[in-house]
T-cell receptor, first 110, second 115 residues
């Protein structure tokens, strides 16, 4: 299983772009990279998923370099409501448990 | 499409009792996994079921068990409750049995308090 490492916490101000990097040095060939967002007392929510290069959706972008040993979640122009814990999850194979790391607590201030 | 439904939302039990938590996955999803979340340990994997069969189990004592029914609904049971079992228990469903990279869809959990 690919182990992931993320910063424990990050601080930002409203309107700024936030980049959260996740390291996954032993990522397997078939592994996908998925990011989740979690608010207090709620279950994590899927944000974005990618395999290589760049993926963009309406809420975020995901940058994956060629060696795939890391990935960066980019949140454009954050607001107070983006204050949450963000988890990077690496895995693919059915029948293999998906293990969450500690996540990154993002605090956005006005 | 209805999301993942977990019942009950809150539960208070006494040490030594047992508890059963329920999870209804998104329609069409046959994979259900369970996680325990506590402030100190984060999200810890309990077990995962595909088509009524347990496919993976996390590092939890045998007091924690689960099952999945033919309609993909799942239950988890904790026997002989301990104070340390107080946590948010989260269920997630997905189509991982068909498409392994399918993302997990979580319910809002059951908050269990053991006194």
């Amino acid at each position: 299983l690919a182990k992931t490492t993320q910063p424990i916490s990050m601080d930002s101000y409203e309107g700024q772009e936030v980049n959260i990097t996740c390291s996954h040095n032993n990522i397997a060939t078939n592994d996908y990279i998925t990011w989740y967002q979690q608010f207090p007392s709620q279950g994590p929510r899927f944000i974005i998923q990618g395999y290589k290069t760049k993926v963009t959706n309406e809420v975020a972008s995901l940058f994956i370099p060629a060696d795939r040993k890391s990935s960066t979640l980019s949140l454009p122009r954050v607001s107070l409501s983006d204050t949450a814990v963000y988890y990077c999850l690496v895995g693919y194979q059915a029948g293999t448990a998906l293990i969450f790391g500690k996540g990154t607590t993002l605090s956005v201030s006005s | 499409k209805a999301g993942v439904t977990q019942t009950p939302r809150y539960l208070i039990k006494t040490r030594g009792q047992q508890v059963t938590l329920s999870c209804s996955p998104i329609s069409g999803h046959r994979s259900v996994s369970w996680y325990q979340q506590t402030p100190g340990q984060g999200l810890q994997f309990l077990f995962e079921y595909f088509s009524e069969t347990q496919r993976n189990k996390g590092n939890f004592p045998g007091r924690f068990s689960g099952r999945q029914f033919s309609n993909s609904r799942s239950e988890m049971n904790v026997s002989t409750l301990e104070l340390g079992d107080s946590a948010l228990y989260l269920c997630a469903s997905s189509a991982r049995d068909i498409t392994p990279q399918s993302p997990l869809h979580f319910g809002n959990g059951t908050r269990l308090t053991v006194t």
